[in-house]
């Protein structure tokens, strides 16, 4: 079945790296995709993996994959006050490429 | 560039009353779909088209309608609005199937806040 789940809440010092994680127990996702929602907004893509890579590095994003564990996560280095936001994971599967199927979000608050 | 634009941005409605959220793309996409969000459940498909006159079922489709006459409009449908349904409603919109990354993005409207009484 397809559920993904993560935390709730992350709250970080600007300067600090952000780690928001994602797991998912469709073992036969896709693609795996990163959204950003900030406040009072529709999501926005940030950046996608492929179910084939480890790793995705852009600019201060990288993506990590692990599929044994089912585990994505976004890394954001050097965070600042604009990173604040929902971040949503969501993952595509080969017997349903219709649609994607969205994480519960995670609210990351930046501190000065 | 408009993108996805939804209408109403905010609507109060008693229960029991019928309305009709608004979405429209000016994009070209095949795939419309609309989402509602509510707090610590993320967002939750409700209804999606992948081209004019096919819609289908997401996981939460009780208590809405939608139909696709047009490419560009995608118009959700709420019968007998009820408490459970105050939410936050967007409609999203990509060119193409979500399996590959060059048609997947999902553009979305600004949101729609629906409050039921």
């Known amino acids: 079945g397809e559920d993904v789940e993560q935390s709730l809440f992350l709250s970080v010092r600007e300067g600090d790296s952000s780690v928001i994680n994602c797991t998912y127990t469709?073992?036969?996702?896709?693609?795996l995709y990163w959204y950003k929602q900030e406040p009072g907004a529709g999501l926005q893509l940030l950046t996608y993996i492929f179910s084939n890579m480890d790793m995705k590095q852009d600019q201060r994003l990288t993506v990590l994959l692990n599929k044994k564990d089912k585990h994505l996560s976004l890394r954001i280095a050097d965070t600042q006050t604009g990173d604040s936001a929902i971040y949503f994971c969501a993952e595509t599967t080969p017997y349903n490429t219709d649609k994607l199927i969205f994480g519960t979000g995670t609210r990351l608050q930046v501190f000065p | 560039n408009a993108g996805v634009t939804q209408t109403p941005k905010f609507q109060v409605l008693k229960t029991g009353q019928s309305m009709t959220l608004q979405c429209a793309q000016d994009m070209n996409h095949e795939y419309m779909s609309w989402y509602r969000q509510d707090p610590g459940m993320g967002l939750r498909l409700i209804h999606y088209s992948v081209g004019a006159g096919i819609t289908d079922q997401g996981e939460v489709p009780n208590g809405y309608n939608v139909s696709r006459s047009t490419t560009e409009d995608f118009p959700l449908r709420l019968l007998s609005a009820a408490p459970s349904q105050t939410s936050v409603y967007f409609c999203a919109s990509s060119l193409g199937t979500a399996a590959s990354f060059d048609t997947g993005e999902l553009f979305f409207g600004e949101g729609s806040r629906l409050t039921v009484l």
């Open positions: 469709d073992s036969s996702s896709t693609y």
